[in-house]
């Protein structure tokens, strides 16, 4: 059996889950509320204060879906109780970040400001250079934490670009002078 998959979701004091039919999962807390539909096959349960997740079969897709499921309810219980956030440095001459109400305002070497507006759902916020991405929607942050590093990803040479906290970035050495 799947070892993520057969693991019970302990739910916390606060948070209330309601399974729906066609697996219409809604987790409810003091952060907020996320709703979800799970695949269908797999068959969710709530047993006191956990949640249990059982597949019908062990077919390859039954056994990819049942690990799956799982942590995404348990991503669900842990955004609602918890804020999930993603921490971004802006590094370069002349490369800053600056946030205006909903706005946030990326200067990145373009011949034009770049502008990104805050999703729904999703905050964030700019100090020193260091953008943080803050939601209870743990795939939505990811998503736009991935769209802000697009934006200029950190090249080999000096660095330069935006890059997660977290991030190690492989460094080249540059060209060499004739000698």
């Known amino acids: 059996m799947s070892r993520v998959g ?64 799982r942590t995404l309810i348990s991503n669900m219980v842990i955004g609602v109780t918890d804020v999930y956030q993603k921490v971004l440095e802006v590094n370069g001459v002349g490369f ?17 400001p770049v502008e990104m507006e805050d999703p729904e759902g999703i905050e964030t916020t700019v100090e020193n250079n260091i953008i943080t991405v803050k939601g209870i929607d743990k795939e939505r942050v990811g998503q736009f934490a991935a769209e802000i590093r697009d934006k200029k990803r950190p090249e080999p040479y000096k660095g330069k670009g935006i890059k997660y906290s977290d991030e190690v970035i492989r460094r080249k050495v540059g060209k060499t002078g004739k000698k």
């Open 6 to 69: 057969r693991m019970p979701i302990a739910i916390p004091a606060g948070v209330t889950v309601d399974i729906a039919e066609n697996n219409h999962v809604t987790v409810k807390g003091p952060k907020g509320t996320l709703e979800r539909t799970l695949p269908s096959e797999m068959e969710i349960t709530k047993e006191g204060e956990e949640i249990i997740v059982k597949r019908p079969n062990d077919l390859k897709r039954m056994k990819s879906l049942h690990g799956l499921t």
């Open 96 to 112: 800053r970040a600056a946030k205006q109400g909903k706005k946030l305002t990326l200067n990145l070497g373009f011949s034009h």
